[in-house]
């Protein structure tokens, strides 16, 4: 029956738009299999459910920050003046049905999506498949990368909150440390010195439509070119720069696929259910003269916390005043971003690749010892400074003074970096020195062209 | 009524008992069904070359899992209805969060495994390879759209002068719309440099009291504000008091009577608030970056990434004892930036 009506509603709806041929192309498309594969459609899946968990909230959310009188069921603050935003995220938390599972799941899903785009971007550096002809893809991918940032700080930084009002101050001061257009920058986004009764409104407006539909934009590209040009694949039996290897859409990929979006959904219900996260009635609404002992971003900003603890105190002036976070919370980031914009041109000079050939066959990491250890070197870099924007934590948890954990971690920032990329260069050489030897890759039978109907 | 029961010889004979045998042996049948350990598994189904396809490689051997496979599926969809069932349950009955989330993870999870494994175990599992359509026109395809694209250029008449002005009337709403944005607020250019505090002015704590001589021990601080500012962010200052005898004779001796010092509490590094107060080294210090300024040298930065001291207020002692600002701080409160003056020196002996 249901398959009758099926049958009925493809047909006139082909007879309309000629669809067969995509279809079964469709039907047809190939993915290659490899676990590490799917973490970039766990980021994908995570997307969806942070628009589904945050349309729900977006329907209780007051991006008001005037102050009325908290009313609601949690005692302790009773009779309290909170700014409207505190307000309506206590009565989601605490007063409306499933609604504190829905908040959770929303943050707990952010942080995924961010943990699931920097090890895809890892994934993809490792293995170089950012080559040509994708590096439009990786150009998107790091692009969503930073959107992603940018709009998990501005969803954690509206709840007008204790323990994000900081962060607003040092957003700011960060802001107006950009040489000349500073002030602009921080009068725009942030409608002036924190706390502005400009910026809730402004950051919901920027959290809830402008930043997800530049991401969804993105997204849909990225996967535009990822289906258009087809996956590439590791190295092995039948797998060339002609060919593919792999599971089809219809019926294996779609299953697999569509239970990885399940069991992250459920992993995500189950922290949402477990883990607390965010529980912003025990910090209290901002108040600009208090602050929380041992306040820490959210992971993938504790770099550049880290940077601006490590940086040193530089004590000159350029005819201008240098402000203080300029290097740490502006060069460092921007260095980073322009690294990972520009590397697949750094690649196509570091491995001589000036040739039209198109890259559909993966590196294995051994087989690019340099981009394998500035890599690594770089995440261990990035490591360092995100154990620096702890180390307040790190002093009182082992009892050593900050002092001696800022010496010990600024001395690691810069020298582990290069010892990694030492060690990580000589291992990939030897290792690929004894692979050499066994392994000698036949010459690319050429391809059967593709049967076209 | 004997035609009618030829017709449905069933409706003759109905009986709960009956109808309840056969809901007994189709549950039967479906469990067999679904859990094999009573049933040989079917063969699985061969897959086979389809569009595009040069080759098929097995993937690996599947048919060790068949046999539990079907039930782990079944077990999985089960998992997940059960799941389902218990959210609306828990949900209509007062929605505790906890059992919420754990029947959700149970639902989603029960599918996701269900699917994965129906995928994995159940179907066939070859590798397609086919060959990648060569992503670039031929020579002749993209001159033709070059061509197409001239051809149509030139049939524009007149594209002179009318399509520069088209270019113009472009660029005009462009300026229109970039223009819009000075709705959102310009940096006002007096309010980073706007005077904090007047001369003469009160130190109001927040509860609207002034502070006087008497209003602190040695080695303690409390937060102030101008009275028309109690509570603005950057107004923030903390007022202090050490020992008259630590006071060092230098040019800001006077700016601190009876021990009490003034500062801005607004750190010069990021801006957080400045809340600490080590009584015994006399440093004020940033939770947020542990910056950490001198109270008895202007606030110099001793340790962290500040580099600049806080700016610092002038203080005196009127006839009543009460605690004035005697002049405005010594620079702009606040984090630095580009077109900060410089700090006056602190005046101290070092």
């Known amino acids: ?453 | 009524m004997s035609e009618d029961s030829e017709r449905h010889p069933q409706a003759a004979h109905f009986s709960y008992l009956q109808v309840a045998w056969d809901l007994v042996k189709t549950a039967v049948r479906l469990a067999r069904e679904a859990f094999p350990l009573f049933t040989p598994p079917a063969p699985a189904m061969r897959e086979t070359k389809r569009l595009n396809d040069i080759d098929l490689q097995p993937r690996r051997q599947a048919a060790a899992h068949q046999h539990w496979g079907a039930g782990l599926v079944a077990t999985g969809f089960l998992l997940s209805i059960a799941g389902a069932l218990g959210f609306l349950i828990v949900f209509w009955n007062g929605a505790s969060h906890l059992l919420l989330g754990l029947s959700l993870a149970i639902c989603f999870g029960g599918l996701g495994v269900a699917l994965v494994v129906y995928a994995r175990w159940l179907m066939p599992d070859m590798q397609a390879v086919q060959a990648r359509e060569r992503l670039f026109s031929s020579a002749a395809q993209a001159e033709l759209a070059e061509a197409n694209f001239y051809q149509g250029a030139e049939e524009i008449p007149r594209r002179g002068l009318l399509g520069w002005m088209a270019v113009a009337t472009v660029g005009f709403i462009a300026a229109i719309a970039v223009s819009i944005f000075r709705s959102l607020g310009r940096p006002p250019a007096g309010a980073l440099f706007a005077p904090v505090w007047q001369r003469g002015e009160h130190l109001v704590r927040s509860d609207g009291t002034a502070a006087r001589l008497d209003t602190l021990e040695r080695g303690s601080a409390i937060i102030v504000f101008p009275p028309e500012k109690i509570g603005d962010e950057r107004s923030q200052t903390v007022l202090l008091r050490v020992d008259e005898s630590l006071v060092p004779q230098d040019a800001r001796a006077g700016w601190s009577p009876h021990g009490y010092y003034a500062y801005s509490r607004v750190c010069t590094h990021a801006g957080c608030a400045v809340g600490l107060f080590e009584v015994t080294t006399c440093l004020l210090v940033c939770p947020c970056h542990q910056s950490s300024f001198d109270v008895l040298r202007g606030a110099n930065p001793t340790g962290g990434p500040a580099a600049r001291p806080l700016p610092q207020l002038p203080l005196y002692a009127d006839a009543d004892g009460t605690l004035r600002a005697g002049g405005d701080f010594t620079t702009p409160p606040g984090p630095g930036f580009w077109s900060m003056p410089p700090s006056p020196p602190a005046g101290g002996t070092e």
């Open chain 1, 1 to 453: 029956m249901i398959e009758l009506f099926g049958r009925w509603l493809v047909r006139k709806l082909d007879d309309r738009l000629r669809l067969a041929k995509y279809a079964r192309h469709a039907l047809n498309h190939v993915f290659p299999d490899h676990w590490s594969f799917m973490i970039g459609e766990i980021a994908f899946y995570a997307f969806l459910i942070l628009v589904a968990t945050g349309i729900f909230l977006a329907m209780f959310f007051n991006s008001s920050s005037a102050k009325v009188v908290y009313s609601g069921s949690y005692p302790a603050l009773r009779g309290l003046q909170v700014p409207a935003s505190f307000d309506s995220i206590l009565h989601i938390s605490l007063d409306v049905p499933a609604g504190l599972l829905i908040r959770q799941m929303h943050h707990w899903a952010a942080l995924i999506f961010l943990a699931a785009i920097v090890t895809h971007v890892a994934r993809v550096f490792f293995t170089a498949a950012f080559r040509r002809p994708r590096e439009l893809t990786w150009i998107v991918g790091v692009t969503l990368l930073l959107l992603a940032v940018a709009n998990g700080f501005i969803g954690y930084s509206i709840g007008g909150d204790l323990l994000s009002g900081p962060g607003l101050r040092i957003c700011y001061a960060i802001l107006m440390s950009v040489p000349f257009i500073g002030g602009w920058l921080a009068y725009l986004l942030l409608g002036g010195d924190v706390p502005s009764p400009l910026l809730t409104p402004r950051f919901y407006s920027l959290h809830i439509f402008l930043i997800p539909a530049a991401i969804a934009l993105l997204l849909a590209i990225h996967l535009g070119l990822v289906w258009r040009q087809m996956h590439t694949n590791f190295p092995g039996p039948q797998r060339t720069n002609r060919t593919i290897v792999g599971s089809r859409l219809w019926p294996a990929y779609m299953a697999k696929s569509l239970g990885l979006f399940c069991i992250l959904s459920g992993v995500v219900a189950l922290l949402g259910a477990l883990v607390q996260i965010n529980p912003i009635w025990i910090y209290g609404p901002f108040d600009p003269t208090a602050i929380l002992p041992g306040a820490q971003p959210d992971w993938y900003l504790g770099w550049i916390e880290g940077a601006m603890r490590l940086f040193p105190a530089l004590k000159f002036r350029l005819g201008l005043l240098i402000p203080d976070v300029f290097f740490p919370a502006v060069v460092l980031p921007a260095l980073v971003f322009l690294g990972l914009y520009l590397y697949p041109f750094l690649d196509k000079l570091v491995y001589g690749d000036d040739s039209d050939e198109n890259h559909n066959v993966l590196r294995l990491p051994y087989q690019q010892p340099f981009n394998t250890a500035f890599g690594c070197a770089a995440f261990v870099f990035l490591l360092v400074l995100l154990f620096g924007g702890g180390d307040d934590v790190i002093a009182t948890a082992t009892g050593a003074s900050v002092v001696t954990i800022r010496g010990i971690l600024r001395v690691l920032a810069l020298a582990l970096p290069p010892l990694i990329f030492a060690m990580v260069y000589l291992y990939c050489k030897n290792v690929d020195r004894r692979h050499a030897t066994v392994v000698e890759p036949a010459a690319e039978p050429a391809p059967e062209e593709p049967v076209r109907q």
